[in-house]
């Protein structure tokens, strides 16, 4: 994550557990806006800090995740 910068908007906090969560948030990566999916956990000093565990999507790509995700969602509701 050394090419991020300080520019992101956090979009969401997805609870894993005590000590682990997953946060989307819109970056700024290698000059580009991004939607980051990343896994983070707590640190000995109790602050949030990013993992390597996550990825890195181009915004072009968002309407196919949403797209994917939806029919994730449709096939969950179909078995219930």
């Known amino acids: 994550m ?7 908007e956090l979009l969401v906090v997805i609870p894993k557990s005590n000590s682990q969560r ?12 991004r939607f980051d999916l990343r896994m983070f956990y707590r640190g000995d000093d109790g602050e949030w800090m990013p993992s390597k565990r996550g990825v890195v ?3 072009a790509h968002v309407p196919l995740l949403i797209e994917t ?9 179909a078995t219930l």
């Open 2 to 8: 050394s090419n991020l910068t300080n520019e992101q």
């Open 22 to 33: 997953i946060q989307a948030s819109l970056v700024e990566y290698m000059g580009r806006n």
């Open 57 to 59: 999507i181009d915004l």
């Open 69 to 77: 995700l939806q029919k994730v969602q449709a096939q969950q509701e």
